[in-house]
């Protein structure tokens, strides 16, 4: 809850400075106060700390569907989906309508939902026709948010860091799409795009491929050398990353996706794609 008070702090800043804000960022300001207002309490960790290093070792995410899906609270999840479908559906001009008939039957949305989680086409799933992959991943991700970061912040407090090192978060499973080098001693670490979740990962690996060949890994730094678009030749992605040792202003990670729309934009022209 910090972090999100500091964001929506932070982006009432930019718009008092700019005028307005960018659709996009205006999106996500709503998309964040349906998440705020779900008021998603702390968790406790779902598992031991000796379960917890045991899973790690395994090289294995921490929370499985049937444990995530045991500390939602499925009574307020169908609401959330249908704030999220229906604030998406006004900043992106697509009708919420399947998305709101989904909502009503809780069966087939906790469904969605686990094939979300599982990595399932979304689109094959029942009662979905008619309503496009992106905007139903968007919607559902909206939705499990809340529950994701309130077990994420709970179990990565456990997690010894050195033991994983691995591609994916060590929580939920799902995929970077943000980094940072930290002050310290400049360590990488990645942001999960699922739960925020975040971990240390090696400098020179590729976080989608895993190739280590220094030949095929390049970055790009702006002219301050604040920000950082790590390539990959061998799979052709890029990510994202800031390096905090060249700031002294505090840095909101997940808004950071947001503000660094235009290294997509140059990733993309390189000829490489989002990991």
Request: with cysteine; proline share 4%; charged share 30%.
């Amino acid at each position: 809850m910090d972090i999100n008070n500091k964001i929506l702090a932070k982006l009432k800043e930019l718009q008092q400075k700019e005028g307005e804000l960018p659709q996009y960022l205006e999106l996500y300001r709503q998309l964040l106060l349906i998440q705020i207002e779900a008021n998603i309490p702390s968790r406790k960790p779902l598992l031991t700390k000796d379960e917890i290093n045991a899973i790690i070792r395994k090289g294995t995410p921490l929370l499985k569907w049937d444990a995530l899906s045991s500390s939602i609270d499925w009574t307020i999840f169908p609401q959330l989906f249908r704030k999220a479908a229906t604030t998406i559906s006004k900043y992106t001009e697509r009708t919420p309508k399947g998305l709101n008939d989904v909502s009503f039957n809780l069966a087939t949305l906790q469904e969605i939902a686990k094939a979300w989680y599982e990595g399932s086409p979304l689109s094959s799933q029942e009662n979905t026709k008619g309503i496009t992959e992106e905007l139903l991943d968007a919607t559902i991700h909206c939705a499990m948010k809340p529950f994701l970061t309130a077990q994420g912040n709970a179990l990565i407090k456990l997690v010894d860091q050195e033991q994983w090192r691995r591609r994916i978060c060590p929580v939920c499973g799902g995929k970077p799409d943000f980094a940072f080098l930290e002050k310290e001693k400049g360590a990488r670490w990645l942001l999960c795009s699922r739960c925020d979740t975040e971990w240390l990962f090696q400098r020179l690996e590729c976080p989608y491929c895993g190739t280590q060949n220094q030949n095929e890994l390049a970055y790009f730094a702006d002219d301050k050398e604040l920000y950082r678009l790590y390539v990959c030749q061998q799979c052709h992605t890029y990510l994202k990353a800031i390096d905090l040792r060249r700031t002294d202003s505090e840095v909101l990670l997940p808004l950071e996706r947001l503000l660094t729309v235009d290294m997509d934009r140059q990733g993309q022209e390189k000829g490489y794609k989002r990991g």
